[in-house]
């Protein structure tokens, strides 16, 4: 069976095809896992939303820098760009860029699930998300359920995929989520659970939710401990090491999981033990 992979970046200074090296590094690996893998059997999507903020950020950069000589630039960058599109994204309940950015969110999937090698019905759904991405997502899914309670379970025009009811795979990481569950218990304290409704019983008992983070990635946090709905939802909090040279023992590491094979080659397994019963979780 194929498996769709929709890709949600988290900096608001992405550019536009920002997974493209990240797509093919997962692909090579997981052809490299058996020989019954094909590249084929892998369809990707992006969730990109950048557009929407990059402006605001450059701009924002520009005034608070207007001297030209604050150091580290590359990573005073990425903390503003966390901060300010994570403040405009939850100022207020719903607001405009919230609205903007889900409804991008529902384009992205309803691309996907008429990608030509996707039956939107049945074919499995993998996320992978990345940083402000994961709460994004989170938000969206929850968004989306709560939609579906109300409409007895299935919204017309949509299909499963786009629903989430193929949904058996989340990864995430550089994942500030805990912070938001920490700081925001109500909106926070019920995990999303990414078995979906019309998955294959196979499928479903291989669902997992892993999120991955480099400790000195200061977004990046593990979610088991949150709570007893965290711990059971989330299948494994995985410490890797990302970076380079230059960034891999500092902060500025949280860019760094888009090229390390830290990263890219779990997720490759993971892709083949969700395609099959064999197991190829080995680490």
């Excluded at 692909?27 to 059997?41: G, I, P, Q």
């Excluded at 950069?61 to 599109?85: A, I």
Aim: aromatic content about 12%; some cysteine.
């Amino acid at each position: 069976m194929k498996l769709a992979v929709a890709i949600i970046h988290g900096l608001g200074s992405e550019e536009q095809f920002f997974s493209v090296e990240l797509k093919h590094r997962i692909v090579e690996s997981y052809v490299e896992l058996h020989e019954s893998h094909n590249e084929d059997d892998l369809i990707f999507q992006e969730i990109y939303w950048g557009d929407l903020v990059g402006d605001a950020i450059s701009e924002l950069n520009k005034k608070v820098n207007y001297k030209g000589d604050l150091t580290y630039p590359s990573l005073r960058r990425s903390f503003m760009d966390y901060l300010g599109v994570s403040h405009a994204y939850r100022d207020g309940v719903r607001n405009n860029l919230y609205m903007a950015i889900h409804e991008r969110v529902r384009e992205s999937m309803k691309k996907l699930a008429s990608h030509r090698r996707v039956d939107a019905d049945k074919t499995p759904l993998m996320l992978l998300a990345h940083s402000f991405g994961s709460v994004i997502m989170s938000d969206f899914i929850w968004d989306l359920r709560r939609e579906q309670e109300r409409n007895n379970g299935s919204l017309s025009g949509m299909t499963a995929l786009e629903q989430f009811d193929t949904f058996s795979g989340f990864v995430t990481f550089g994942n500030p989520m805990a912070l938001f569950a920490a700081s925001n218990p109500d909106a926070f304290a019920n995990p999303i659970l990414v078995n979906g409704k019309a998955l294959e019983d196979s499928y479903q008992k291989r669902a997992r939710w892993y999120n991955f983070y480099d400790k000195d990635d200061v977004v990046a946090y593990p979610l088991k401990g949150l709570n007893a709905a965290y711990d059971k939802a989330v299948a494994e909090d995985i410490e890797i090491n990302v970076g380079s040279a230059a960034t891999s023992w500092n902060p500025g590491c949280h860019t760094g999981y888009w090229e390390d094979n830290d990263f890219y080659i779990p997720v490759a397994q993971f892709l083949g033990e969700l395609q099959a019963e064999r197991q190829f979780w080995n680490r």
